[in-house]
């Protein structure tokens, strides 16, 4: 189990007020998409089992798998981006008393600028999976449950741009132009797939539950 | 401590996925109205006995005490949720054998579903609160962790949103059409103020920071 998995809500919540840098806004975020997923399985298990959407058992059992491993690597990415960001910090501490100590330093800290923009990056890639997970689920999930998939759907997408933020506050303190173009690139092509398996998700949840929400 | 502060995180994400309809969305969305509060207290933390701010270290202060007064009542209202929604589980079971058992069922399930409808607003409500808290913050927080301020922003919104949608559904089986309208206009009002402080933190961050996030 991880670190952050064995944290009362208390304690996580405590740490994430404090006056330190991890957990921060990276955690929180992959935190909240972890609860997403967590929703999604909640759907599944309620339909799983039932008569009613026996056609549905066999494809249901691997939108669950999926909604679990989703959660699982959610739930981690709160302690890799805690460690990522520690990475970071641990460089502004590095010795600049010579010019090798100093460029040394500013190798290891562009080296850990570019880790602590990759993982919240994985963070969001995560997110969009959950939101595009939504949409099957909203369709053919128990529909006395399915408000539940439109909840998960609305906190995906708030932990999904969460995490952009996290990427794009590290991208500005990158000096490679080459890395931060191709992750610029990538960055604005998961935020048009999130907003289109977003609206299809919805989409899926009003036409099953015959309200708007 | 409420009990949902007591759970691990573990615990309570296993909860969530579980076959069981508490903790659901509605609680979901309180924990992740609380962790953006709870980023909002990190913000002020950082910039209390900063030199660099002592400007604002008095009206900090305030920001401080208002932002952990909400994480505790966005955490408290995990458990009130889970409460409400078994209130209304609770009259499902009641019997209809006889007339007046249907009756006295429909009349307990009417003032269930009010309640359940009552506490996810209270939810958004504070949320709401979140995002208005942001906009200072954003503007008059440490620099160096405002863009943490703009991950409340979105967790606040997502969390806000979650919120209404079981405001929604409790809606539409709730037969006093009268309690139904002057509810939805509340939301509707709610919705309205949220898009505008929504939008007044992300400017403020933008400024800060000088980078769109």
């Known amino acids: 189990m991880t670190k952050t998995a064995q944290m009362t809500i208390q304690a996580f919540l405590d740490a994430l007020a404090a006056r330190q840098s991890t957990p921060g806004g990276g955690g929180a975020a992959a935190l909240a998409g972890a609860q997403a997923a967590a929703l999604l399985s909640m759907v599944a298990n309620f ?47 590095m010795p600049r008393g010579t010019e090798a100590e100093k460029a040394a330093r500013t190798a290891a800290l562009q080296e850990a600028l570019q880790g602590a923009a990759r993982v919240p990056l994985h963070t ?29 759907v609305y906190l995906a997408v708030g932990a999904l741009h969460s995490a952009i933020v996290n990427v794009n506050i590290n991208l500005k303190f990158i000096r490679d132009q080459a890395f931060v173009e191709q992750f610029a690139a990538r960055r604005d092509a998961l935020l048009a797939e999130a907003a289109q398996a977003e609206a299809a998700a919805k989409a899926a949840c009003r036409q099953t539950l015959g309200v708007d929400l």
């Open 47 to 93: 339909t799983l089992g039932n008569k009613k959407y026996a056609a549905v058992e066999a494809e249901m059992q691997g939108y669950l798998a999926r909604s679990e491993a989703l959660r699982q690597e959610l739930l981690e990415l709160v302690d890799r981006d805690a460690a990522a960001f520690d990475a970071v910090s641990a460089c502004y501490a």
């Open 124 to 152: 969001a890639e995560q997110c969009l999976a959950v939101l595009q997970l939504a949409e099957p689920l909203g369709s053919k999930g128990n529909a006395n449950v399915v408000s539940d998939v439109a909840t998960a």
